[in-house]
Antibody, heavy 121, light 110 residues
């Protein structure tokens, strides 16, 4: 059974940092790209960042570029999101999602339950 | 980056058919994926690729695509289908890892 378990969320002051983790199990972690997606309270889904299986390719949303850094440790089956210079608008539930990709299809086929980040003084 | 546009809200009578649409330039290059999200729960993949359903998703859910528009159709909507639905795809304007989501459609089953 595929499991994605996020951790590391919490209450943090504006301008401070936080590191999120996602522990993966039930699949061959280093075969797949992984992503972070967030959802502000009462709002829609927003893609944050993605990383290829070998960390060779990385992408960020414009809203977090230069402040957030995605990384992964395939030996530990773990995905990370280092969030610096946090702003009130970064307040959201942060989901870890596994990418499925083939020659004919693509999707986020598994999602974690999310970890809540609240940026407030 | 690209954008995907969805109608904010759609309603359907119990047992009837409803189509939820998603428009954007990236859909000319990539299929959309569709996700169902119920209150307090993580999103669940319901349709991906040309018209593929993950295991466990009822066959009343189907997908289609034409030009820059993707559609999710629920044939014979049930009360449990009331949820928010989101589309996403790869972003055709950036690197292959960049992704775009639609704003979501709130489906009400009457």
């Amino acid at each position: 059974e595929v499991q994605l378990v996020e951790s590391g969320g919490g209450l943090v002051q504006p301008g401070r940092s936080l590191r999120l983790s996602c522990a993966a199990s039930g699949f061959t972690f280093d075969d797949y790209a992984m992503h972070w997606v967030r959802q502000a309270p009462g709002k829609g889904l927003e893609w944050v960042s993605g990383i290829s299986w070998n960390s060779g390719s990385i992408g960020y949303a414009d809203s977090v570029k230069g402040r957030f850094t995605i990384s992964r440790d395939n030996a530990k089956n773990s995905l990370y999101l280092q969030m610096n210079s946090l702003r009130a608008e970064d307040t959201a539930l942060y989901y870890c999602a596994k990418e499925y990709s083939s020659s004919s299809a693509w999707s986020f086929d598994y999602w974690g339950q999310g970890t809540l980040v609240t940026v407030s003084s | 980056s690209s954008e995907l546009t969805q109608d904010p809200a759609v309603s359907v009578a119990l047992g009837q058919t409803v189509r939820i649409t998603c428009q954007g330039d990236s859909l000319r290059s990539y299929y959309a994926s569709w996700y169902q999200q119920k209150p307090g729960q993580a999103p669940v993949l319901v349709i991906y690729g040309k018209n593929n359903r993950p295991s466990g998703i009822p066959d009343r859910f189907s997908g289609s695509s034409s030009g820059n528009t993707a559609s999710l159709t629920i044939t014979g909507a049930q009360a449990e289908d009331e949820a928010d639905y989101y589309c996403n795809s790869r972003d055709s304007s950036g690197n292959h890892l960049e992704v775009v989501f639609g704003g979501g459609t709130k489906l009400t089953v009457l």
